[in-house]
């Protein structure tokens, strides 16, 4: 059976437990049309880029579903008739993601550069050759010494 990735944000104004009561809906649609729910995943509410229907915020979540066609056309059905939800969106994909996704870590594991990584002067061991010349000595010194009086 194809693999779906599927993402619906939900109103802003019900509950957690609401939002669970729909997962479970949406979840008994797709076994009873022979699919299965694979991951469920709660990003939480957050907020929207631009209101729709008069929402700020939204509860979002996904859910990586092995299914056949019918019941992706029959899950989407009913979020149109659902007023708790307020967009979906539906990917085939070849394969899942395995382990939490992008928006569960979150930004604790991005691989760029951190604000804590900070640039430091060599030492003159670190210097691959040394400095012979008196001008270089001398800029070089005045630079330790600034750096010095703005690290105090």
């Keep these: 059976m194809p693999l779906y990735e599927h993402v619906f ?5 019900i509950s957690s437990a609401q939002v669970e009561g729909l997962v479970e809906t949406f979840s008994g649609l797709i076994q009873k049309d022979g699919g299965k729910i694979i991951d469920v995943e709660h990003w939480g509410l957050k907020n929207l880029a631009y209101r729709i229907k008069k929402n700020r915020k939204g509860h979002y979540v996904m859910l990586n579903i092995d299914s056949p066609v019918a019941a992706i056309n029959e ?3 009913n979020e149109r008739l ?3 939800v307020l967009r979906y969106l539906t990917l085939r994909v070849d394969e899942l993601e395995e382990g939490p996704s992008v928006m ?3 930004r604790k594991d991005n691989t760029g550069r951190d604000r804590e990584d900070s ?3 060599p030492n003159d ?3 691959e050759e040394p400095i012979t010349n008196d001008k270089d000595r001398e800029i070089v010194s005045d630079y330790e010494t600034k ?3 703005l690290s105090q």
Excluded: C, F, M, P
């Excluded at 944000?9 to 104004?13: E, M, P, T, V």
């Design 119 to 121: 640039y430091s002067i």
């Design 82 to 84: 659902n007023e708790d």
């Design 9 to 13: 944000i939900a109103r802003q104004d």
């Design 125 to 127: 061991s670190d210097r």
């Design 147 to 149: 750096s010095e009086e």
């Design 104 to 106: 569960t870590r979150g």
């Design 75 to 77: 899950l989407e059905r």
